[in-house]
Each structure stands twice: as C-alpha cells, then as structure tokens.
C-alpha cells in the first residue's frame, strides 16, 4: 500500500514525488536524469495518446516515424535552433564499434531531420500541405530533474506541417493550439490560458510560438502544449522550394507543435490530493472499483459485485471488484483513493437487502446512497460526468481566486508569489529580463482569447509596471515550472 | 504515379525496395542505416499494434516505458548478453556538452535496464508475476541494410515478465509466442511455423528461443517473432531474489519476446506482386476504394459514389472515393493497387443505371458484378473476408510447394536453392556450422507444432544428412533474412 505521502500544506514538491511513487506512477530509473513510466502512470498516457490521436486525425493528420539520430550538421543549419538546443544535446559519437566521423544527436526535437526528408518529398503545390504527426521520444539533457515534468527523455508527440502559404500554415498553427487547449480543458479538466509567448520565451527557430499555460494547486504555471508558427525558417535552413500554382518558386512553410508526458505531472499536480492521484473520468483506464464488505454470506456478495461489474462494463464504465480477503475494506479504500480511480462503490450483505449500494466520488470523498437496481448504470454514468465537470470548476475557481491584477511593480511583487498576475508591461526584452532577475517571474502568456482578454480587460493600453512606460496590452506573469 | 517497380523474376531484391518507395511505405532517411516510415507504411504499423496491443492486454498484460540509455556496466552484467549485442551498439558518450564519467548504450533490447528496475520492484511472491509489455525504438548499428527489414534503429515491442517458478515462466513463453503466430496468420494472412532455436541461433542471454518462421515468395525464410525463456539469467546478473511462498530466497524466472517493424517487410514479401502491395484486409486503414467514372452526368456519378462510400462505412467497412478530374481512371486504377487497397469498385453511369458496380480484388486482380443495392455491404464484407483467407491459402500453399523433405547432403544442396528443407539433424553446433559455411543455410527452427510434426514427420530419429550420425528427429533449413 501507500506509502506515506507528505501533505501539499507541509512541501508541495515532496507531496508531489511521494505521491508519483506510491501510486505506482513513475520511478527514478538507474540511468541518470531518466524515468521508469509505470504501467499506472503509462495507462493515463495511453488514454491521453488515445484522445490526441482521435483529435489529429479528425483534423487531417497521419502519422509517421523519423529517425531518432539527427547528424550534427543538421543541426547546424538553422543558426536559433542549434543555439538553443545543442548545449541539451545527448551525442552518440561510436557505432558498431567504431568511431563515428560524424557525430550524431539524439533528437530534442525533430525538426532538422524532418525537413531533410520534406525537402525530397516536396517539388510543387500538389505535394502541399504535408501534415504529419509523430509519437516518439525525445532527449534533452536536465541538470535538475523532477518525475514527468523534467527528465532527460520523455515521450511527446509532435506535429510538422509544411504549407504552400503563410496563411495556412497560420491556421494550422491556431487550429493545433486550440486542439490542445479543448484537450486540456475537456479530457484534463485543467483550464488553460491560450495565447502567445514573448520573444524571449519562444521556441529556438520560430516566427511565433502560441502556447497553453495552466495553473498549478500552488499556483504556479506550467506550460501544457505549444504550436510554433516557423515561418520559412526551417524551408530555408534545407533549401526546400517548391513551384508555386503560379509557377514560381517559394520557400515552403511550416508548423511544429507539441505536447508530452508532462501533461501528466501537470494532470497530478492540478487535481490530486493528499490521499493520492485524482484522475478526470475520461483519464482513468478504471473508472469504477467495486469493494464488497465480507460479511455474512460472503459468497453471495461477491457473487453481486461481480454482476454488478459486469453490468457496468456491458454499459462501457470499466469496472472492477476487489474481492480479496487478505486487505481490510479501509486498506482497500486509501489503496484505490491513492490510484484515483474516480468512484468506489461499497456493497455489503445489508445494503443488498436494502436494494442500495454507497457510491463514494474521488474528487470530493462525497458518499451517495444509490439504488441498487437497473438504472445504476445510468447513475453511474451522471456521477462520472459531474467529477469530470465539478474538477473543471474547480479549478477554474482556484485559477480565478489566484489571478490577481496590479498596478504597480511594489503590488506586483506580493501577488506574484501567490498566483498569476495581470499586468501592462512595456514590450521590451529589458524589462522582461529584469522583472525575471528580481522576482524569478517570466511572462508566461499573451493571452489571445476572446473571453480571457474581456475578463481582464487584456488589451486596455496603459503603463509598464515596471517601466513606467507606454504599454499596448496587459500580459500575465506567473512563476512557472 | 509509381515508379517503375522492377519485376519479381527480375530482380526480387530490387522489386521489393522499388515497391517500398514507390507505394510511399518507407524510405533511406538522411542519416546512415536509418529509415523514415513514411504515413503509408506507418498506417500499417498502427493497425499491427491495434492489434497486437489488444491481444497482450487480453492476456494480462500492461503497458510500461523503460528508458532509451543503458549504462555500460549494466549491458556487461549478463555475459553472453554483452557479448551478443555490445558490437552492435550506439554509444552516447557526451551529453549536456560534458563527457560522461560512463558510457550509455542505446538499448538495442531492454532486459537490462528492466531488470535493473525489476530488482526493486519484487520483493516477495506477492509481486509476481510482472506481465509488462514496451512500444518502443531500439538501436542496432548494421552494416548492410534494407528497409524495414534490417536497419539501425526500428521500432517494435518488447514484452519482459518476472515469474515465481520455472512452470508460469514457460507457459508464459509458450502462450507469447502462439499469441505471435495467430497475429501472423489470421492479420497478416501469413503462415508461420512455431517452434524452437538452435542453441546457435537463440538470443544472447536466453535458455531457450521460440520463434515463428515464414517463408517469403523469394522462397527464403524470415523470423517473424520471437519468445525468449531467460531462465533465472538476468535475476542472477541483476541479484533480483525474492522470497517464496515457503519462505526462503530465489532468483525469478524471466521471459521476453517482441516482434518489430520487420513485419511490415516481411508482409509485403509474403504478399505482393509487381504492381505494388498487397494488404490482407485486416491490416488495411483503407479496405474500400471507390472510382467514380466520369463521363455523363459526372455530379450524379460522383454523389453517387459518395453515398455508396458513406454506406460501406457506416457498416465499418473504410472506404473513400477518388473522384478527382486531374487523373484518369487508369492512372487511378493503378494507383490504388500500388498501395494495396483490397477492394476497388468502379461505378459509372451505365453501371448505375444497370443497378450494379464493379469490384476488383487486389490479390487476385479478379473483377466481379455486384448488386448495387441494400445488400453490397455484406457483399464487399463478403468478399473482404475472402481476400483475407486465400492470401493466407495461397502462401500457404506456396510454402508447401516450396518445402523439400531430402535424405542426402546432395539433395539438400539442390533443395535449400528452392525452399525450406527438412532434414535429419545430429544435434550438433558442428555440423550446423558447417552446413552454414557451406551452403548458406542455417537451421530456422525446430517445430514444435503437432500439425506441422505430423505432416512432416518431424520427429522420426534417422540419419544426419550432413555426418551420417544418428539424429533424433528432423529440423527446418533455409536460407534467411
Ligand atoms: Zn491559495
Ligand atoms: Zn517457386
């Protein structure tokens, strides 16, 4: 069972990997800076692929595989990508015994070894748009390093999209941010702010990266999915042209977007609890543990939980009973609290006779007494949608509590150690820089939705907090992981 | 269009590169040995895992992700696993622009790491068994390589189990290798023969290797899958006792077994002909293609078209329509045969008119009227299923035709130019060896299938053919992939 898990109120950070380790989530592996995924924690990536995959395909993606070696001068040829990567670099220098003559990197992202290959598959207009996607691993090297959300490699997918136009490959850019955010929102229950990141934050080699940015039960940020609008900057970097319907030729261009197993620490650490994960029904493989109380005939209860699951399973809620009489009914309940499987129902030999059972919700630890009869299934089913719902809430609640908008640097300063705070700031890198230097805390979002920016009033111009300069818009700041 | 792909009786070498790159399967990526799977190719490779990934689940296990690197000193724990795979190593010695203090191997398979973990995952019986399967990408540096076939990195899964006793551990061995070969035969319409490796040929670690062999049209052999029993192996070399049920310590008992992207190349050897590949329909994203022709009243044919691809996919039958004025019904016709859909249709105004359409079969090229009317799903169901089970008959007819059974070394010689060859074995390393350095051929397996046994004869004791000894029973030779 559980290991002891220290509360969030005592240390977040400890109550975080306490909790990755005792539900069986992730482990440290024997490799420096690496991970064991779990098969508990590798069953909530799976549900999470499961979902993404369904999204991109619906939005015209297939999917494809790319070498996981990318030669150094690949690299190399686009002059932002190798100076913000390369120093995170595994290299792979011997092969078969032998010297390599030239090095190889492990991918940190594929772009270079991507747009060697679109540069063969692409001549004219007609070969337009590619849009690939790609399940892979990737490596960056991490000094410090934090199970799911910072390790040397990581699962991830990532998308590459090569266009004939500038405006299509804007879209796709906008499309794929928003495929993330509905991800996030409506699979995570996890709220995020859609928009744009500063210069300064940007992925090494874009135009423009739009990113999603969530709230943490700290209040912290945390980057959740980004899409890089890369212009022509990677067509250029390998000479890929392309004859254009008039007849021309253009330099083509390109998207890339992303999310990783990340997205699981982020799924941690916006819901659960000091009793252990708690999972948004439509993360969970499990979504209903069945635990009869032995007592009396304790045949006949079993033989009732089973039915009981697997009517449930019939109605596509996947269930389970745990009948074992090794553990106590209370060992059993911290167990599956501690796995978060999203609702424990309780059935003992009187609640049978009373033709009810006690359903108990993870998110909240709520109790019902529910009707034991036909249309527990359809129950079920509605409880299952409130947690999915009420964790949303929840948490928009908590993000909303934790949002704070300042007027001033001195105001700034207080807020910014409890939450995300909305402030005008002046656009320059300089003073992005300095407020990061003296308070740690970066620009985490140029929020570009509707409801946010009305909410906050995000494009009313004003003055730098910090500056005291003209500012166009307001930004948000956040302390992030 | 394709491009000219070299015939069969040609070149099969050729034929079968020229068809990997024309119908877009996969293609040399620019760095040395590997591959891009390209959207075509990796279709298949996703319907495999569907499929494959059901099957494991189904059998108890789960998925899990262990990682990319190994440190040098866990590979040398198992002396002959070193020994076996260490030359064939890509080697990682630099990272975050330091110089390791130890040397990372890319996993060129993952017992090691694994076991590394295993050993602080089990404790007790109550532990066991670990049923763990991996998707993952491993690195082999190769010298000469082929697409899909034999290249540097390639993906694939790798199962690992941890077991109580030597019984659950071979069972699990067995139960592996025959999930593999009804994969082999009833998805990838390709008959397979079971059983098990010489001591030469087994997997460098292993007690013992069960494999599945197939035979492609170039009459070579080609191990399709394997199972390992690893005996107490890697317990030993990564001191993972645990205590008995009784009470006392004991190493576990292990297995491993996978299957890879080779799969995709040993179906399309198995399988297609000069015009492109042929796809058994259960491995096919796409069963169905429907080419309108447009002459008349082109909008009616096309709407038409249209509607009959809705139908045939509402009843789960994945179809599309080509109804593309840009090129011909030819070009299409040959196109789309290039690729592999099983089932083209062919409607035109006359046809529609006479209430029928025409579909052709793409292993066998054969054309038929069908009614087109309420019942043409179950007719295209119909002929789907028919397509799936001549395929597996064909080939399998093709390796009965193709399987020798001699009595002298004289005969053999002849025979392993044109097929598999059974013959009686002394048992010996030796005269294995020199059968190899003579000829080639190596022995591919020991069947362990009563049908196969009984139909050959299998186990009737004789002479060797190559030393004239006594030999306990006969064995498969072949030349091999
Ligand atoms: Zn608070
Ligand atoms: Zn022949």
């Known amino acids: 069972m559980a290991d002891k898990i220290t509360s969030r109120s005592e240390d977040y950070s400890q109550w975080y990997i306490d909790l ?106 007609r070969d337009l748009p590619i849009l690939i996607n790609q399940w892979a691993n990737v490596v960056r090297w991490e000094m410090r390093t934090r199970l799911f959300l910072r390790t040397t490699e990581f699962l991830w997918q990532e998308g590459h999209t090569a266009h004939a136009n500038p405006e299509e490959s804007q879209e796709e850019v906008l499309r794929m941010i928003n495929v993330y955010k509905t991800f996030a929102e409506e699979y995570m229950a996890m709220p995020v702010i859609m928009g ?117 399973n019939k109605n596509g809620i996947p269930s389970f009973v745990d009948s074992s009489e090794q553990n106590s009914p209370g060992w059993k309940f911290a167990e599956y609290e501690l796995q978060g499987i999203p609702i424990r129902i309780e059935l003992g030999p009187r609640d049978i006779e009373k033709g009810i059972c006690i359903a108990a919700r993870r998110d909240t630890l709520e109790k019902t007494e529910l009707a034991l009869d036909e249309t527990l299934p359809d129950q079920i089913s509605e409880i299952l949608n409130t947690i999915q719902e009420s964790m949303f809430e929840r948490a928009l609640q908590f993000r909303t509590e934790h949002t704070f908008e300042v007027q001033s640097y001195e105001e700034f300063k207080v807020a910014v150690e409890k939450g995300f705070v909305i402030a005008h700031w002046d656009g320059t890198a300089e003073t992005e820089a300095k407020i990061k230097a003296e308070t740690k805390a ?40």
């Open 442 to 481: 970066t620009i985490r979002v140029l929020p570009e939705e509707a409801d946010y920016i009305a909410q906050y009033r995000i494009d009313e111009p004003g003055t730098c907090i910090y500056s005291g300069k003209p500012a166009a818009r307001k930004v948000v700041f956040a302390k992030a992981y």
């Open 196 to 312: 744009k990141k500063t210069d300064n934050e940007k992925f090494a080699g874009a135009v423009d990266t739009w990113c999603i940015e969530a709230m943490m039960q700290d209040s912290k940020a945390l980057q959740a999915g980004t899409s890089h609008n890369l212009g022509q900057n990677f067509a250029k970097a390998f000479d890929c042209q392309f004859q254009t319907k008039d007849g021309v030729l253009d330099y083509v261009w390109a998207t890339s977007w992303g999310v990783s197993t990340r997205l699981i620490g982020a799924l941690i650490m916006a819901h659960s609890d000091d009793r252990g994960l708690v999972l948004p029904p439509k993360l969970a493989t499990r979504q209903v543990v069945i635990i009869p109380i032995l007592r009396g005939d304790k045949a006949a209860v079993i033989e009732r939980a089973n039915a009981l699951a697997q009517e449930l």
């Open 20 to 125: 990755v380790r005792s539900a069986k989530l992730a482990d440290y592996a024997d490799v420096r800076g690496c991970m064991d995924i779990r098969p508990n924690g590798y069953a909530i990536w799976e549900k999470m692929q499961a979902a993404l995959d369904r999204m991109f395909k619906e939005t015209g993606h297939v999917n494809a595989y790319f070498p996981l070696f990318i030669p150094e001068s690949f690299i190399a040829k686009e002059a932002e990508h190798i100076e913000g990567f390369a120093p995170e670099c595994a290299v792979v220098t011997h092969g078969g015994g032998e010297e390599l003559a030239e090095k190889l990197y492990i991918r940190p992202t594929s772009e270079t070894i991507i747009w060697s290959s679109y540069k063969k598959w692409i001549q004219s207009y």
